[in-house]
DNA sequence: ACAACCTCCTGGGGGC
DNA sequence: TGCCCCCAGGAGGTTG
């Protein structure tokens, strides 16, 4: 499912749920995702409090007043769902509540509250304080949690190696051009790269090529100046125009509140094969070729 | 070092 | 209706 516009979009709804709320309870509902759950992985999170959610490329990070960061990933399938914001739990002044302690009604690790027709993939259920709860849903399960020691995040090996952020700051044509400098790699795996830009995928790549009129098989390092400055913009602005839409919504992404995101009917070519080119001036039809196992789809009239 | 695969897993859609 | 094959937004791991 997500790119880095459909993390982003899951973030921001996620975000006032999760920040500033202790996890009351965690339940995994199996072992593993992609890899195993990491050791005493409910123990580490239950009690605590998730003082930010922040993201880096295609992950989502759980700050923890533990000083570790609960790391998630969504894989091609995953999405989270705010299932219910339940009354929140009483607080001892307020009499009979107790914090922490659950109704005795509620089965342990369960929602009470009706789930979706495919809760049979909610995997990780969150509990918070607040009341509020959500449901990690992954069909296929490409997905993975861990739970890494925030000091030493940028050491990881999941992120120690991973690139620039398209929207950051860092991210220049100047920086674009020497991430492309001699490479001999088409543009299309240049840019799926992680370790090049984090984020991109396969979607947005090909509509940012098309916007810079850049074929995705050409060698990287054969980009003139003047497109990979092109090819700068366009990345920002599909990804910036992409959040705003909420995302794309091709099979499964929904944004965490259960909207849909709508940038797909914004697609110039992405499982756009036999459409026009929509260039001002191009007669060319969309083609599909496949690269390393992927779908790549690009006008091959314009995109040089 | 690098690039081309293969793999994990489930579900939806098209063709017959 | 059913079955079979293909395809899918990712990316770590293995091979050469």
Redesign the pocket.
């Known amino acids: 499912?997500?790119?880095l516009p459909?993390v982003e979009t899951v973030r921001r709804g996620l975000q006032k749920v999760f920040e500033g709320s202790a996890l009351l309870r965690v339940n995994a509902r199996r072992p593993d995702l992609?890899f195993p759950f990491p050791e005493r992985f409910v123990e580490r999170l239950e009690g605590r409090r998730v003082t930010a959610l922040d993201r880096r490329?295609?992950y989502l990070l759980g700050r923890l007043d533990s000083g570790e960061t609960l790391v998630m990933?969504l894989?091609?399938s995953g999405s989270f769902r705010i299932e219910e914001q339940a009354a929140p739990i009483p607080s001892p002044s307020q009499g009979e509540g107790r914090v922490g302690v659950l109704a005795a009604s509620e089965t342990p690790g369960d929602f009470v509250y009706p789930r979706s027709k495919d809760a049979?993939?909610d995997h990780v259920l969150f509990e918070f304080e607040s009341g509020a709860r959500v449901a990690y849903n992954d069909?296929?399960?490409?997905g993975f949690m861990t739970i890494v020691e925030t000091a030493e995040l940028d050491a990881h090996p999941?992120f120690k190696d991973i690139g620039v952020e398209p929207l950051g700051e860092a991210f220049t044509p100047a920086h674009l051009a020497g991430l492309l400098s001699d490479?001999?790699?088409p543009l299309k795996?240049a840019l799926l790269d992680?370790r090049r830009i984090a984020g991109l995928?396969?979607?947005y790549v090909a509509e940012a090529l098309h916007r810079a009129r850049l074929s995705p098989l050409k060698p990287a390092g054969e980009a003139s100046r003047v497109k990979v400055k092109a090819l700068h913009g366009a990345i920002r602005q599909v990804l910036e125009e992409a959040i705003e839409a909420g995302?794309?919504?091709?099979?499964?992404?929904r944004q965490a509140d259960g909207a849909l995101g709508y940038f797909q009917h914004t697609f110039a070519v992405y499982d756009r094969e036999g459409a026009g080119c929509g260039h001002k001036g191009c007669r060319g039809m969309i083609a599909r070729v496949v690269q390393?196992?992927?779908?790549t789809f690009y006008c091959p009239e314009c995109q040089r």
């Open positions: 499912m997500p790119e459909e992609r490329a295609k990933h894989g091609m049979t993939h069909p296929r399960r490409f999941l490479v001999k790699a795996s992680q995928g396969n979607i995302g794309s919504t091709l099979r499964d992404h390393t196992g992927r779908s």
